[in-house]
């Protein structure tokens, strides 16, 4: 399974565009480099009231479907 690590700062204003269907994808520069692009709605059990802030492990299967995510700083 592929891994991709990405650091996020998304305050709650910024956030709150989801909601209004204004903005659907995070775009992030991975740790090593890569540029992604993922859905917000995976974030959704990490918002807080300041916003979405953290280091994020994104796991993949072999063809690239998303597998899971988690908090690791």
């Known amino acids: 399974m592929a891994k991709i690590v990405i650091d996020v700062s998304v305050s709650a204003f910024k956030f709150k565009e989801m909601y209004r269907g204004t903005v659907k994808n995070l775009m992030a520069k ?10 917000l709605k995976i974030f959704q059990p990490f918002v807080t009231h300041q916003g979405l802030y953290g280091t994020y492990e994104i796991e993949f299967d072999e063809r690239n479907k998303l597998v899971g995510v988690n908090k690791i700083g």
């Open 30 to 39: 991975s740790r090593d480099g890569r540029n992604v692009q993922l859905p």
